[in-house]
């Protein structure tokens, strides 16, 4: 049963940057499109980014485009969620998920998600 596990969550003042990893002891995710998804207190899930299994492929959403970079490196069986100019609304619980098929991990039904990492942006 592949297990993700998500790291690099914390606490920065709005403009600062945080970089997020996503990884799976123990199983490659060489054959898993990947993404984040953010969930605020009170307000449904959201998609952020994914990325396709050769990483030729990605997409995020428009709240995030210009801010957050996605990317995976197979060598370390990591992808990351590169956060930059992070704003109040930013603040969330962050989640990857992971499925052999793109269509189920951009439609948020994706077979395999971590317990989430904690991103607040405040001053």
């Known amino acids: 049963q592949l297990q993700l596990v998500e790291s690099g969550g914390g606490l920065v003042q709005p403009g600062g940057s945080l970089r997020l990893s996503c990884a799976a002891p123990?199983?490659?995710?060489?054959?898993?499109?990947i993404g984040w998804f953010r969930q605020a207190p009170g307000k449904e899930r959201e998609g952020v980014s994914c990325i396709s299994i050769g990483g030729g492929s990605t997409n995020y959403a428009d709240s995030v485009k210009g801010r957050f970079t996605i990317s995976r490196d197979n060598a370390k069986n990591t992808v990351y969620l590169q956060m930059n100019s992070l704003k109040p609304e930013d603040t969330a619980v962050y989640y990857c998920?992971?499925?052999?098929?793109?269509?189920?991990?951009?439609?948020?039904?994706?077979?395999?998600w971590g317990q989430g990492t904690q991103v607040t942006a405040s001053s």
């Open positions: 123990g199983f490659t995710l060489d054959y898993y499109a």
């Open positions: 998920a992971a499925d052999a098929i793109w269509a189920q991990v951009f439609g948020g039904t994706g077979r395999y």
